[in-house]
């Protein structure tokens, strides 16, 4: 199984990014998906999901800038990142899970300078 992010970047406060997670290996369809960010320092934590059905889920300081898609005949997840602020900034983590299997990707970075 392989969860491939892109999509990081340098950004100006304000800003806008769209992260991208390919996924092989493994059938897409039914795993619920997320997006984790770790800021240095910090713990890693949940940005936004989607489940198999497609229902979404964001943390509080995110909601309103955020959203998370997922597109099941390409495989693929993504977050659009809009009003982007400093503190945004860390290591992005797709992430994905079912009854049975739990599988991270490596993160990409999104650094937003004030």
């Known amino acids: 199984v392989q969860l491939q992010a892109s999509g990081g970047g340098l950004v100006q406060d304000g800003g806008s990014l769209r992260l991208s997670c390919a996924a092989s290996?493994?059938?897409?369809?039914?795993?619920?998906m997320s997006w984790y960010r770790q800021a240095p320092g910090k713990q890693r934590e949940l940005v936004a999901g989607?489940?198999?059905?497609?229902?979404?889920n964001y943390a509080d300081s995110v909601k309103g800038r955020f959203t998370i898609s997922r597109d099941n005949a390409k495989n693929m997840v993504y977050l659009q990142m809009n009003t982007l602020k400093p503190e945004d900034t860390g290591s992005y983590y797709c992430?994905?899970?079912?009854?049975?299997?739990?599988?991270w990707g490596r993160g990409t970075l999104v650094t937003v300078s004030s």
């Open positions: 992430y994905a899970e079912d009854f049975r299997n739990r599988y």
């Open positions: 290996g493994l059938v897409f369809r039914i795993y619920d």
């Open positions: 989607i489940t198999s059905r497609g229902i979404t």
